[in-house]
């Protein structure tokens, strides 16, 4: 890839083989994007070789460390990437999950904002079925907790879907743990009083199923999401962010 552009895509992936390729194929071709780098989060398959095969730049968890470790892990390997450059400007930092699949050449909405200096940060809404999806529980106790902190509730509180500027991941680190992580970026840069848009996307994602497995990941989610609200007490309240 030429390195060119302003945009890096960083995507946290874990036994994902199926869907990478096609996720990375997609990210690289949006505009702007001149670096995408997959973190293998401890796969157990062939995620990191598929997604070498699609062009990425690929890091590997040997143990699984979550997804906000992941997330550092990517933006640290960008950083990495622009100092071998010798690039005095950062890219901005598009974070998209591994199983969007071909859906993930339709995230450009996502970047607009912050590459125009408009938002610090931006989070998606997803137009499509993946609307009236999610995990209930999770995703209410993920609302509920940021508008008690901020005075403000996203429509999709725990989307993976966001780009930001360097400066403000630079400014939420260090991360709240694992699936933590979106409910601590949206509630720690608010407070600092940087500039969230959301945007609404057709982007779509595998579903999260019934099985045990499932319900067992849903759990997990709700344990890291209540570890980062109570980290994050409420305290002062800023401005309501946009919807672009």
Do not use: Y
Not at 73 to 93: I, K, Q
Not at 95 to 104: K, N, R, V
Not at 172 to 183: I, M, N, Q, S, V
Not at 191 to 211: F, N, Q, S
């Amino acid at each position: 890839m030429p390195t060119t552009g302003d945009v890096a895509v960083v995507i946290p992936a874990r036994n994902e083989s199926d869907r990478i390729c096609a996720t990375v194929a997609a990210a690289a071709a949006l505009p702007g994007v001149d670096i995408v780098v997959v973190v293998d989060d401890g796969s157990t398959d062939g995620t990191a070789a598929a997604a070498e095969r699609a062009g990425a730049s690929v890091m590997r968890h040997a143990r699984n460390r979550g997804k906000a470790a992941a997330m550092e892990t990517g933006a640290e390997a960008v950083r990495l990437l622009e100092t071998a450059e010798g690039r005095d400007c950062p890219r901005h930092l598009l974070f998209l999950d591994a199983d969007l699949a071909e859906s993930a050449a339709a995230a450009e909405p996502l970047t607009g904002p912050v590459r125009s200096g408009e938002a610090d940060m931006t989070i998606a809404v997803f137009s499509d079925r993946a609307r009236h999806g999610g995990h209930g529980l999770v995703v209410a106790l993920s609302g509920s907790g940021i508008l008690r902190a901020t005075g403000w509730r996203p429509a999709q509180p725990l989307n993976g879907q966001r780009c930001l500027s360097r400066a403000a991941f630079e400014a939420a680190r260090p991360l709240a743990p694992r699936w933590g992580a979106e409910t601590g970026l949206t509630i720690d840069l608010l407070r600092k009083g940087l500039r969230v848009t959301e945007v609404e996307v057709p982007l779509a994602h595998r579903a999260t199923g019934t099985d045990w497995r499932s319900q067992l990941h849903r759990a997990r989610q709700l344990a890291d999401v209540a570890c980062a609200l109570a980290a994050r007490q409420p305290g002062s309240r800023a401005a309501p962010p946009t919807r672009g």
